[in-house]
Nanobody, 118 residues
């Protein structure tokens, strides 16, 4: 299984970016997809996730600004990020997870850098 993120880059404060995560390989359905981020000197934190049943969770810090979505037919997840601030600067990672016969299978992308600058 491979996850490839794209869409990161440099954006000004208040701007927007849309991240995309394309999954390929032997993917089990149903599955959960999520976005995490890691800023320099900080632990990786979950930003948003969308479960197989459509349930969506957001970190408090991004509620109202970020929107996660997925296209199951394309095995692709998206993260629309609006009203970006410098606190959103981090490497963003895509995560794919499923449980099969009690075993957890989890995969990560290589990460995409998001830099917010004033």
């Amino acid at each position: 299984v491979q996850l490839v993120e794209s869409g990161g880059g440099l954006v000004q404060t208040g701007g927007s970016l849309r991240l995309e995560c394309a999954a390929s390989g032997s993917i089990f359905s149903p599955n959960n997809m999520g976005w995490y981020r890691q800023a320099p000197g900080k632990q990786r934190e979950r930003v948003a996730r969308i479960l197989a049943d459509g349930t969506i969770n957001y970190a408090d810090s991004v509620k109202g600004r970020f929107t996660i979505s997925r296209d199951n037919a394309k095995n692709t997840a998206y993260l629309q990020m609006n009203s970006l601030s410098d606190e959103d600067t981090a490497v963003y990672y895509c995560n794919l997870h499923w449980r099969y016969y009690g075993l957890d299978y989890e995969y990560w992308g290589q990460g995409t850098q998001v830099t917010v600058s004033s």
